[in-house]
Every structure is written in structure tokens, then in C-alpha cells.
């Protein structure tokens, strides 16, 4: 069931748009802090497609934007390099629809990402996989400035005869096979982003990392780790500790995160910056920072502060 699914209400505007582009015009759907129901979404999708044809699902996916999934978006878009941005999309995944599950695996060669979809099977999610894929493939092009290499799509979903794949995506593609995986070269994840901007990729950090703490705290593990460790700053848990709070091994918790385009010590150091820049607003001493954040000593902090930002705590603050 999807029901108690929701989507990022700006993805709905964004199909609504779409379809109005084409001559179509769908009703718009209820919207509750900031979100409308998954299933709903769903039905306006389907509607589109009957009333725009086939390729609604491209047509959406050529129009996107990156406000459209706001901090999470362009936390992606400055991030330092692809792999990052990745990662970090399916961090965050759930801040724009909490009915999707994308997960990843990648070893020295290759990288796969797996989608699965809420609910029994259904056009829409065909239709979203396109959408998905799409961006992947396609979109992503500008970011690096190449095509994604050893790029292949697998579709869950039966070919239809009605969508030019081929020249859509431009790679190699398999259709009604167990999973929606799309899978390139591994060393496409340490290509440069064309907008990194470490100043705004810290910001944005920040704005969904306290997005997904108070929004998810119990959908996602890397959430409720998150929300675990907020409130321990001064002395860090362990990752056994985490593990042993969880009720499950470490190689489990570093399993199931990384499924999740997290890590223990990601989201450690998330927090911490977060939480820096915060403190630094205040009259609070570094010395008194460096403590709350856990370090022992506030030289150690500095270290890490200036790694994090490029300059000193001092000077961060004398900026303002």
C-alpha cells in the first residue's frame, strides 16, 4: 500500500506543469506541509499518461530542476564530485518521496543502484523508473561534463513499443529483469561536479541534514542514527556503541548505511559541522565548542574546522 506514502509536493507541481506544456490539464491534489499523498501522485501520473501519450515520464524528467528538490537538490548540485553527490542523494532520498527505496552497491569496477517502488505493481512505476533513470543517464551529463561510462539500464518493467529507449538513453538496456538497477564504471564516482562550491555545499549540508532529522528520525537507520547521535555530541558514541543500541553486529550497521549512501563516520562529521557553524553564531568560546563537538582538545577542532571549510573557527566567525 502507498497510502501512508508521500511525495515532495514540488514534484507534483512539476508534473502538473509538464502536462499543461503538452495541452493536458490534471486537478491539482492536496498538500500538507509541504507534501502530497504517494498514491495520489501515482494517479496523476497514470492520468498524464493516458491524456499526454508514452513519453510524459521523459517529458518530466527533461523538465526538473534542481529546486525542485530543494535543499537536497543543490546540496547534490555543489557537492565536490559525483560519487559524493550520489551518496548523498540516497541519503536524503527520503526528504522527497518516502514510498521509494533506491540502494547501492560498488566495488573497485562498477556501481549499481537498485530502485524499488511501494505498492503492487502499477504503470506509475514504470513510469517513475523512467523518470529516474532518465535523470540518471541524461541529465547527469551537464553535471560532469561527459556521458556516464559502461552505462547500462535494466528495466524491471516489459519494453514498450511506443518509447525510442535507444535514443533516448543512448546505452546498453535490458528489459523484465528481477530488479530496476542502473549500473556505469566506478570511476566515474571521483569525477568533479561542474558547480562544486564548498561554501554552499556545507550550507546545504546542513539544511537537510536537520531536514532529515526532524522529518525521519525513524524511516531511514541512517536517520535514527543521526537522531541518535545528536544528543551525544560531547562524547561520541563508538560504533560498536551504535551497533550495540541497535541491537545489531557493526559489519550490519556499516552494511545496511552504506545501502543507504551513508556511513558511521559521515554522518559523525555531518553533524559536527553542522553543529559548528551553528555554535560559532553564538558567544560561545571555541574552547566551549570544541568540547560540545566531542574533541578533547580545541586544537584538534581546529584541524578539523579548517579542513572542513578551508579556514580557521576564528576567522569563520569574524566573517559572520
Known amino acids: 500500500m502507498t497510502d501512508h506514502h508521500t511525495m515532495r509536493a514540488s514534484m507534483m507541481s512539476r508534473v502538473i506543469t509538464t502536462a499543461r506544456k503538452m495541452g493536458c490539464e490534471l ?8 507534501r502530497v499523498s504517494l498514491t495520489r ?28 528538490f530543494d535543499a537536497s537538490g543543490f546540496l547534490m548540485m555543489t557537492s565536490a564530485s559525483l560519487g559524493d553527490a550520489i551518496r548523498r ?20 569496477r ?15 512505476h514504470e513510469m517513475m523508473t523512467e523518470m529516474a533513470f ?18 547500462a539500464l535494466a528495466f524491471a518493467q516489459p519494453r514498450s513499443a511506443e518509447v525510442p529507449y535507444e535514443d533516448l538513453f543512448g546505452c546498453a538496456l535490458s528489459f523484465n529483469t528481477p530488479t530496476s538497477t542502473v549500473s ?11 558547480m562544486q562550491n564548498e561554501a554552499l555545499e556545507a550550507y546545504f549540508l546542513g539544511k537537510a541534514t536537520e531536514e532529515l532529522a526532524q522529518r525521519v528520525p525513524k524511516s531511514t537507520l541512517s536517520g535514527r542514527v543521526l537522531a541518535f547521535l545528536s544528543g551525544r555530541l560531547e ?35 555531518d553533524l559536527r559541522k553542522r553543529r559548528a557553524r551553528e555554535l560559532l553564531s ?10 560540545l563537538l566531542g574533541y578533547s582538545e580545541p586544537s584538534a577542532f581546529h584541524r578539523a574546522f579548517k579542513r572542513w571549510f578551508g579556514c580557521a573557527p576564528s576567522e569563520h566567525r569574524a566573517r559572520g
Open 41 to 68: 501522485f501515482y494517479d496523476a501520473l497514470e492520468k498524464a499518461d493516458g491524456s499526454c501519450g508514452p513519453l510524459f515520464s521523459i517529458e518530466v524528467a527533461k523538465n526538473i530542476e534542481v529546486a525542485d
Open 110 to 124: 562498477e556501481v549499481r543502484i537498485t530502485m524499488s517502488l511501494a505498492g503492487p505493481p502499477r504503470r506509475a
Open 134 to 151: 532518465y535523470d540518471l543517464a541524461v541529465n547527469s551529463r551537464p553535471l560532469v561534463g561527459r556521458p556516464l561510462p559502461a552505462l
Open 282 to 291: 553564538t558567544s560561545m568560546s571555541i574552547s566551549e565548542i570544541a568540547y
Open 184 to 194: 556505469f564504471s566506478a570511476e566515474a564516482m571521483s569525477w568533479p561536479m561542474a
Open 235 to 269: 562524547s561520541p558514541p563508538t560504533t560498536s556503541d551504535v551497533a550495540a543500541h541497535f541491537k545489531m553486529s557493526e559489519r550490519t550497521l556499516q552494511r545496511q548505511l552504506r545501502q543507504e549512501g551513508a556511513s558511521f563516520h559521515q554522518l559523525l562529521v
Open 89 to 108: 542523494a540516497l541519503r536524503f532520498q527520503t526528504l522527497w518521496s518516502d514510498g521509494e527505496r533506491y540502494a547501492i552497491s560498488e566495488d573497485a
Open 27 to 34: 486537478a491539482p491534489i492536496e498538500v500538507v506541509d509541504g
